[in-house]
């Protein structure tokens, strides 16, 4: 987020932990498809990180990577993906573009060049629709390296795709046929 100031990072992040990973450490709990209250969430991130429903519709309406998502009358809010923890976003089965990518750290390359993509502790693979995105994310691994998806004949051969709110693809796993290294 450009002209973000440092706390205002630190409490996304926080955020993000909390609504994709570990609710309890603010002690509230997530319903079935990751919601949380907006009042129970600004009380319990205030708690260690400033926080007020002016700053959260701040962070949610400025995050580049439009993490998060309020219901209608902005009372509950969730996470768009990335969770380790079992919720149901309600996410759209889609029919994915004939490729799509993936990036990530060189030191990852030789687990993925023998298993493929995994979630390790996520509940989906995250995947890009283009390279330049794909190369941001591997850029946040060390030196990046990007995997072309042959998302088309994997869902061809009966694997299932999701469109997030945020627009990131998501599938449970890429085995290594359907892969490319760049």
Do not use: C
């Not at 219901?71 to 993906?81: C, F, L, P, S, V």
């Not at 889609?94 to 687990?111: A, D, N, Q, R």
């Amino acid at each position: 987020m450009p002209g973000k100031d440092k706390s205002m990072t630190s409490t996304s992040k926080f955020i993000s932990l909390i609504l994709r990973h570990k609710p309890e450490t603010i002690g509230i709990q997530l319903d079935e498809h990751g919601w949380a209250l907006v009042d129970e969430l600004i009380e319990g991130v205030n708690r260690t990180h400033p926080l007020d429903l002016k700053l959260l519709e701040k962070i949610v309406a400025e995050d580049e990577k439009q993490r998060y998502s309020f219901n209608e009358d902005h009372t509950k809010i969730r996470a768009n993906q990335g969770h380790s923890i079992p919720v149901d976003v309600e996410l759209k089965e889609v029919i994915p573009p004939e490729v799509l990518f993936h990036g990530t750290g060189f030191k990852y390359t030789s687990s993925i060049d023998k298993e493929g993509l995994k979630p390790k502790t996520r509940l989906y693979v995250h995947l890009s629709k283009d390279t330049d995105t794909a190369y941001k994310v591997g850029s946040r691994h060390g030196r990046p390296v990007i995997y072309t998806i042959l998302s088309r004949r994997m869902h061809e051969d009966g694997y299932t795709f999701y469109l997030s709110e945020n627009g990131v693809y998501l599938t449970k796993e890429v085995p290594l046929k359907y892969l490319v290294r760049e």
